[in-house]
């Protein structure tokens, strides 16, 4: 049976230095907890308890990141990373959900009840949970309450002070995998993607129309702080120029940069020098998402979004799996954001299947392990590849295979080192810069050939304001909508007016904001579809404020 005292004392601890002072429910959804940082002190000692509670249920390390991501700065966050770096198993999101808003009086009652419900007998046992944080201003003090409610129930926190969420996720696999994922600290992280990087591209910096040189947005965030330890550690094999990293640029966290900022506004940060044909990148706050983009020679903006790295990354692994003759299964997801050209290149010109999750990389990266080899991006910049452990054998045996020819064995050995370039356990801006540079580098390409793989269909975002976001409800990864009632009539009805037309809503996770999503075969058409969708997600699901215009 558990001991009831350290709970009792976690209790007693939450009531004297961290009340619950605020009234509004708070919901863990795909980002955790995210909400105005003055009132989240509570939530995050309380995250702190549940991830002993956790990690003693699992026997794992846990993780535990305090951050917003892309949110500005009055904002924080805080969100649990399962033992393999995965998300939060969803099965717990209720009980986040339940510990962040019970009152306090029955805090008690509530480690009980999930002690009971999973059977945790092992309360005496010191686990560790490594806790990170990104660079608000509010992080240290919210990092010290997460770290006290780990210590309240005697568990051992582990601070790694500012990282990015992807290092963080990366702690934890190396922790409970012995140390066979890499070594658990920033050096390890480092040296590892770095040596891949520089083992596959040699000597040979430019290739091609390849130009070794990137200009970097960092986000004033803490992809900036960590670049420069990367910068080092590369040399000459890539030159980083930084931008938006508190020293040049605006200096406040995702204020007219980073990834989000560029690509909902479709535009050049903040900072960053407008040169042609230059190859640009954006990270966001935390690191765990990227864009590319370049101006041409008219000045006018091209964005390489994620469904673009996904695309690229899917037609490299083909390649180099094809080389090896090894035979795996390689798919791709994406979400309903996914432009439709995208989906059309990926299945009919790289004849490689598409499946498609809800949004959140949680449900693509399970939707993922589905494949041997499972590439997943959302269109925002956020994804990975992930191999399974029967990939990485049957490669490990090619290298060494006499059946095989050399060339065969030298591009399993290859698609190792590709593999120790990623970080399969959520998706890392800084990872995934090196993945694309090191296609591109292969190819002999630059940015304009990369874009020329397939043309994007115009598209448009929106949001509407209603009184209830639960309201919308969806299915078939979010791509067709069940209530309320006739809307997805109407949304349908409206696509079919235009050429290519396709639109989808969806409830926000986190406020009641419902978004929109459309595109067409034109511009025109594709705001005009968006506006109308619009329109009526505010008629018939309780829109409040100014009804969407519809363009002229």
């Known amino acids: 049976m558990a001991n009831n005292n350290s709970y009792r004392t976690a209790y007693a601890f939450a009531r004297e230095m961290y009340p619950k002072k605020t009234k509004s429910h708070l919901q863990y959804g795909t980002a955790g907890f995210r909400t105005k940082a003055t009132d989240l002190e509570h939530v995050m000692y309380r995250m702190g308890l549940l991830a002993v509670l956790r990690a003693r ?12 991501s892309h949110n500005p700065e009055p904002d924080n966050g805080v969100k649990l990373v399962d033992p393999h770096g995965e998300m939060l198993e969803q099965s717990w999101e209720p009980w986040a959900t339940k510990f962040a808003n019970v009152i306090d009086e029955k805090l008690e009652d509530t480690i009980n009840e999930l002690i009971k419900a999973f059977d945790i007998t092992n309360m005496n046992d010191r686990v560790e949970i490594v806790v990170g944080k990104d660079t608000r201003p509010s992080s240290p003090h919210l990092a010290k309450a997460v770290c006290d409610g780990v210590l ?73 702080k960590k670049i420069k330890y990367l910068k080092e550690a590369l040399g000459d094999s890539l030159k ?3 931008y938006n990293d508190e020293i040049i640029g605006s200096g406040k966290l995702n204020y007219m940069c980073g990834a989000d900022y560029v690509k909902s506004h479709q535009t050049f940060p903040n900072g960053l020098p407008k040169d042609k044909n230059v190859r640009c990148c954006s990270v966001d706050g935390d690191a ?9 020679d008219d000045g006018l903006f091209h964005l390489m979004d994620g469904d673009r790295i996904a695309t690229l990354a899917a037609a490299y692994l083909k390649e180099l799996l094809q080389q090896t003759g090894i035979e795996l299964n390689l798919g791709l997801v994406q979400t309903a954001y996914a432009n439709g050209a995208s989906t059309d290149y990926i299945s009919s010109e790289l004849n490689v299947p598409v499946a498609f999750a809800s949004t ?3 449900h693509l990266h399970h939707q993922a392990l589905n494949y ?22 049957k490669l490990r045996a090619g290298t060494r295979c006499n059946s095989f020819t050399e060339d065969q064995r030298q591009a399993c050995s290859k698609f190792l080192t590709l593999i120790d370039l990623i970080n399969e356990t959520v998706g890392d801006a800084i990872s995934d810069m090196l993945l694309v540079e090191t296609i591109l580098h292969e190819k002999g390409w630059d940015i304009s050939q990369w874009e020329a793989c397939y043309t994007d269909l115009p598209n448009r975002l929106m949001k509407v304001t209603v009184k209830d976001r639960n309201v919308i409800t969806t299915t078939d990864a979010e791509r067709i909508c069940l209530t309320p009632q006739d809307l997805q009539d109407e949304i349908d009805s409206l696509a079919a007016k235009y050429p290519k037309g396709r639109s989808f809503v969806r409830p926000s996770g986190t406020e009641d904001i419902v978004r929109v999503y459309a595109e067409a075969g034109t511009t025109a058409d594709a705001d005009k579809l968006a506006a109308e969708v619009a329109l009526k997600v505010f008629e018939l699901a309780g829109g409040i404020g100014a009804p969407p215009e519809i363009p002229q």
């Open 288 to 296: 765990d998402r990227i864009v590319y983009y370049y101006t041409d």
């Open 152 to 224: 309240a129930l005697s568990g051992k926190p582990i601070d790694y002070g500012i990282v990015t969420t992807p290092q963080l996720h990366y702690f934890v696999v190396c922790k409970n995998t012995n140390r066979a994922y890499g070594q658990p600290n920033e050096e390890g992280y480092y040296a590892k993607l770095t040596n891949a990087f520089k083992k596959i591209r040699g000597t040979e910096y430019t290739k091609g129309n390849y130009h070794n040189r990137v200009v970097y947005d960092g986000a004033n965030g803490v992809g900036a």
């Open 57 to 68: 249920y699992k026997k794992s390390v846990i993780g535990v990141m305090v951050t917003a």
């Open 372 to 393: 041997d080899i499972g590439v997943y991006f959302e269109a925002n910049g956020h994804g990975t590849v992930i191999f399974s452990q029967n990939t990485k054998e």
């Open 360 to 362: 959140g990389v949680k």
């Open 240 to 242: 980083v120029d930084m």
